[in-house]
C-alpha cells in the first residue's frame, strides 16, 4: 500500500473513530443526567423528611401547649369554685374572721353596785338598737357574747332571759366584736361609736358602753348552729329548659 493510500485509510479510520466516539457520547450523555436527578430526587427528599421531622416536633409542642393549658383552665375552674365557695360560705358566716374593726364591752357600771343598786340586764330592745347602729356605721361582721350574727339572727326575750341565736347572753360584762372593711372604717366606726347616744342609754340601764380603739386583728368565731333555708327548692332541668 502506498503512502496515499495510507492517508485515506487514516483518515477514514479517524472519521470513523469520531463517529464511534460522537455515538458513544451521545448514549453516555442521558444516563448521566439520570444519575444526577435522581441524586437530586434523593436530596429533595432527604429535605422533606427534615421538615418533616420539624413539623412533627412542632406539632408535638404545641399539642403539649394544649394539654398544659386545658390542665390550668381546669385547675383555674377549680380555683374559682374553691374561692365563690369561700366566699358565699364567708358572706354567709359560716368562717372565722380576723380583720380591722372595735371591741365593745357592756359592764356593770361600778359607781351603781358600791351603792347597792342591782345590776342592769341587756334588753333586746337596747341590743338590737346597737346592731342596728353599728351596721348603719359600716360595720360587716359582728358577734355578741362570741354568737355569731348572721342574716336570720334573732335577738329577742325569752323567758325573760335575752338570747342572741337562741341562745342566753352571759352574765355582764359581755363583749361585742365588730369587723369593718379597712383600718379607716374601723376609725370612722370608733369615732361614731364614741358619740353616739348609745351610751348614754346604756348608762341609764345602769351598763357601761366602752368602746376600744381599733385594732388591725379582730377576731369573729364561725355562726355554730345550721342555718335552715325555707322555701327554696333546687331547679329542675326540665324546669330550666
Not at 420539624?54 to 374553691?82: F, G, P
Not at 341587756?122 to 351596721?135: A, D, F, G, I, S
Not at 333555708?229 to 329548659?241: H, I, L, Q, T
Amino acid at each position: 500500500m502506498d503512502i496515499k493510500a495510507k492517508r485515506s485509510f487514516t483518515l477514514i479510520m479517524l472519521v470513523v473513530g469520531f463517529l464511534i466516539a460522537v455515538q458513544f457520547q451521545s448514549v453516555q450523555q442521558p444516563e448521566s443526567r439520570d444519575t444526577r436527578d435522581m441524586w437530586d430526587i434523593r436530596q429533595e427528599l432527604l429535605k422533606e423528611l427534615e421538615q418533616q421531622s420539624v413539623l412533627l416536633t412542632e406539632i408535638q409542642k404545641h399539642e403539649q401547649t394544649i394539654r398544659q393549658y386545658e390542665q390550668d383552665q381546669a385547675a383555674s375552674s377549680e380555683q374559682a369554685l374553691k374561692d365563690t365557695l369561700n366566699s358565699l360560705e364567708q358572706a354567709a358566716g359560716l368562717t372565722p374572721l380576723t380583720a380591722p374593726g372595735i371591741t365593745i364591752t357592756l359592764e356593770p357600771v361600778m359607781e351603781e353596785l358600791l351603792l347597792g343598786i342591782p345590776v342592769g340586764q341587756v334588753t333586746p330592745e337596747l341590743l338590737k338598737r346597737l346592731v342596728n347602729e353599728l351596721y348603719r356605721f359600716d360595720a360587716e361582721h359582728i358577734s355578741i357574747d362570741s354568737k355569731r350574727l348572721i342574716t336570720t339572727s334573732v335577738i329577742r326575750d325569752i323567758n325573760g332571759e335575752t338570747t342572741v341565736n337562741g341562745l342566753p347572753l352571759s352574765d355582764l360584762p359581755v363583749m361585742i366584736e365588730v369587723i369593718t372593711k379597712d383600718m379607716e372604717s374601723a376609725e370612722k366606726l370608733y369615732n361614731r361609736m364614741q358619740a353616739s347616744v348609745l351610751m348614754e342609754d346604756f348608762f341609764i340601764d345602769n351598763i357601761r358602753l366602752t368602746v376600744s380603739e381599733p385594732g388591725r386583728n379582730i377576731e369573729i368565731p364561725a355562726y355554730e348552729d345550721t342555718i335552715r333555708v325555707r322555701y327554696m327548692e333546687p331547679v329542675s332541668d326540665e324546669g330550666s329548659n
